[in-house]
């Protein structure tokens, strides 16, 4: 079927933005994504045409390629924007009262975040009733981390495979975000392969001064980690003693139920 747009154009429109917009909107109809030949029928324009603009939005975030089936989807960039993203299970909504029981418990700061080009990106924030105390943690939804830096990113950079996270390494580097952050590649990839072992991993300062987090995985039906949470708070509260005895167990028990409300059929 042909993209129509029935309502009344603008003398003045410009072409490429419209050509833009017809993508954005034909691909959010498309949960599962779209092939460039369906696109390219769709706009009823050369597939040359449609891979240039599917290219430009791919690099500034609007647009991704999944891996498998080279289908096109909405990018996450658009969260940032303040829009919701169309996706085949709205893990937001899903994981909602989980995160929300979790943060009543711990009465600290519950994240949950996907990966994106390599970067984390917070879809959900749950302040605790206590707060941070004092300390004013720079997260928000639809904002942006460095992955290698922050317990969600590294509990997500542990599934990746030794060839990704080499590409990793490269595209984004490892910044030193405070005096604990892990800088060295080596040392990185060992610290991955015991997050992956252990099912958690802890931000010890190594993100934010004063901030310590312990984040676990989200799997979907298939297995695969789509996401993960975190708990956080300052590090005079959050301390390794409490992570451990207390804190882990609440936040990888949170993550097994919300795996399975996705229909993870496994064990963490």
Known sequence: MKYKDHSTKPS?????????????????????????RILSSSLNLPKGTVHRLLTSLAYFGY?????????????????????????????????????????????????????????VVYIEKIESEVGTGGLKMASRVGARNPAHSCAVGKVLLSYL???ELDT?????????????????PIQLKEHLLLVRNQGYAIDDEENEKGIRCVAAPIFDDKGRPVSAISISGPSFRVTKKLIQEVLKKELINTGLEISRALGFKGVT
């Open 12 to 36: 003045n429109l410009v072409q490429t933005i419209e050509r833009v917009t017809q993508i954005l909107d034909i691909v959010s109809k498309s949960p599962h994504g779209i092939s460039i």
């Open 63 to 119: 647009i991704r390629q999944d891996a498998k089936t080279k289908n096109y989807l909405l990018g996450l960039k658009l969260l940032e924007l303040g829009n919701l993203i169309t996706s085949p299970l709205d893990l937001r909504k899903i994981a909602e009262p989980y995160l929300k029981e979790l943060a009543e418990k711990t009465k600290e700061t519950v994240h949950m975040v996907v990966l994106d080009q390599y970067e």
């Open 161 to 163: 495979t030794e060839e």
């Open 168 to 184: 990793f390494i490269e595209k984004k580097g490892l910044p030193q975000r405070t005096p604990n952050t892990i800088v060295s």
